[in-house]
């Protein structure tokens, strides 16, 4: 079937945090949110609830592809009441027109829920993705299309590569990360006992393929087509992308 070869990359890491994935087409916005969250620690994604607001930034198209039911409400109502802001623009002070007008333009770009619009299109078109996790931390992940190719059969992603261990939840961002990496790997540390047990209630990994597509089959959203597959009993004996 149809599939996309990615490259996920956290900006601003040094070394550089990236995963190499690949997906069936068709995948909603929130589908690619579930996968970024399952290959790294973050656990915003299925099985979890939502738990930090998240953003695909299309800017070339004036979308923003977003969890944010507030931003969505009020893209709503600036559509139904364009004639309200623009009489409010025009009887605005000068000294004040320029902070409104940027206002009324972050209000007019188009706010999309993530699960009701496919990524296919954007990606093909730009060939990368701009995504935004916990606004607060401020992470910022490009992901790339590398290539689409069509002997993939199976139904959910597949990590195929990457390096370096991602950050936990709620360590405070790029530099906090690394601040927090460098005394949990340091048994010396006097801090390293309490760090550790803060990193396990966060429920903290170090880089694991393994365990990321053992994580990632729950993410099937297509029809796995086993008939083109070299396996038994569903057990893959060989296979370009995937050894079981």
Do not use: C
Not at 157 to 176: K, N, Q, R
Request: net charge negative.
């Amino acid at each position: 079937m149809k599939s996309y070869i990615i490259k996920i990359e956290l900006e601003h890491s040094d070394p550089l945090i990236w995963r190499q994935v690949i997906m069936p087409a068709g995948a909603t916005f929130n589908m690619l949110h579930d996968i970024i969250q399952q290959v790294t620690n973050f656990q915003s994604g299925y099985p979890y609830e939502a738990y930090h607001l998240f953003e695909f930034d299309l800017a070339e198209d004036n979308i923003r592809v977003t969890n944010d039911e507030e931003a969505y409400l009020e893209h709503q109502y600036f559509k139904k009441n364009r004639t309200e802001f623009s009489e409010r623009l025009k009887n605005m002070e000068p000294a004040h027109k320029r902070f409104e007008e940027a206002y009324q333009k972050r209000l007019s770009t188009t706010v999309r829920k993530p699960s009701g619009i496919k990524i296919d299109e954007y990606l093909e078109k730009h060939g990368e993705l701009l995504y935004r996790y916990d606004f607060g931390d401020g992470w910022e992940f490009r992901i790339q299309l590398e290539s689409i190719v069509d002997d993939y059969y199976f139904g959910f992603p597949t990590l195929l590569d990457g390096a370096e261990t991602s950050p936990p939840e709620d360590v405070g961002g790029i530099h906090a990360f690394y601040e927090f990496l460098q005394i949990y790997r340091d048994p010396q540390h006097p801090e390293h006992q309490e760090m550790k047990k803060w990193a396990d209630s966060q429920s903290f990994k170090e880089y694991d393929p393994d365990r990321m597509n053992g994580r990632l089959k729950s993410r099937m959203y297509k029809k796995t087509e086993w008939d083109k597959i070299h396996h038994e009993n569903h057990r893959v004996i060989e296979d370009k992308y995937r050894k079981s």
